[in-house]
């Protein structure tokens, strides 16, 4: 089974505009951290925002927050006023404190943000 | 530097080539780990390091994939005999410790390894 699932493979949103990319995540383990990350064209991933699984307020940075449910098992990413230079590919990833230290990573959501 | 840096950023190999790629992980960090990643998908993990210890390598394909870290800082990982099917990005990513907060992962900007 997937411990990752991201539904939307491409997702369009206007410039300026609020947008909301879709994570759930499966586990029985209590302790685990839940990441986004970007990936641009050109390759690199960079770290958006962090939740662990016992945080009591969603994260934010800056223009990222993340919407944590954790009954539901869904972490969803929240970018307001979206600008040209977020489009890229964005991917959840999770890790299991007790169940292996790696990450598990999604496949991954295409934002395409238009003027 | 002040990020995680791999070399080469390119790589062509003809199959049945041995290649080496390497990783530089942030000054400090003790955890350091390998991920391929096929086009349009996310990466899938490969090995891991704490310090100079591989305490987990259940992601690597074969046996002739193969990675150390003799001294805690630097990784390379090996592919021998490659195959066209290893052609993939290899991302290396570093994190300060193992859990909460510190245990964010910072990429590299990743091989691109083509097999012919």
């Known amino acids: 089974a997937q411990k990752i699932t991201q539904t939307q493979p491409g997702m369009f949103v206007q410039e300026k505009e609020a947008v909301t990319l879709d994570c759930t995540y499966d586990t029985s383990d209590p302790s685990y951290g839940l990441f986004w990350y970007k990936q641009p064209s050109s390759g690199e991933m960079i770290f958006l925002i962090y939740q662990g699984s016992y945080d009591q307020q969603n994260a934010t940075e800056g223009r990222y927050s993340l919407n944590f449910q954790k009954a539901r098992k869904s972490a969803n990413l929240v970018i307001s006023a979206s600008q040209l230079g977020d489009s890229a590919m964005y991917f959840c990833a999770m890790r299991e404190l007790n169940y292996g230290q790696n990450f598990v990573f999604g496949p991954g959501t295409r934002l395409s943000v238009l003027p | 530097g002040a990020g995680v840096s791999q070399s080469p950023r390119y790589k062509v190999a003809k199959r049945g080539q041995d290649v080496a790629l390497r990783c530089d992980p942030i000054s400090g960090h003790v955890s350091l780990f390998w991920y391929q990643q096929a086009l349009g998908q996310g990466p899938e993990f490969l090995t891991y390091?704490?310090?100079?210890?591989?305490?987990?390598k259940s992601g690597l394909p074969s046996d002739r994939f193969f990675a150390e870290r003799p001294e805690g800082s630097v990784s390379t990982l090996k592919i021998q005999r490659t195959q066209q099917e290893d052609s993939a990005v290899y991302l290396c990513?570093?994190?300060?410790?193992?859990?909460?907060?510190?245990?964010?992962?910072?990429f590299g900007p990743g091989t691109r390894l083509l097999v012919l």
């Open positions: 390091f704490q310090n100079e210890a591989q305490l987990d």
């Open positions: 990513a570093s994190s300060l410790r193992n859990s909460g907060r510190k245990e964010t992962q910072y």
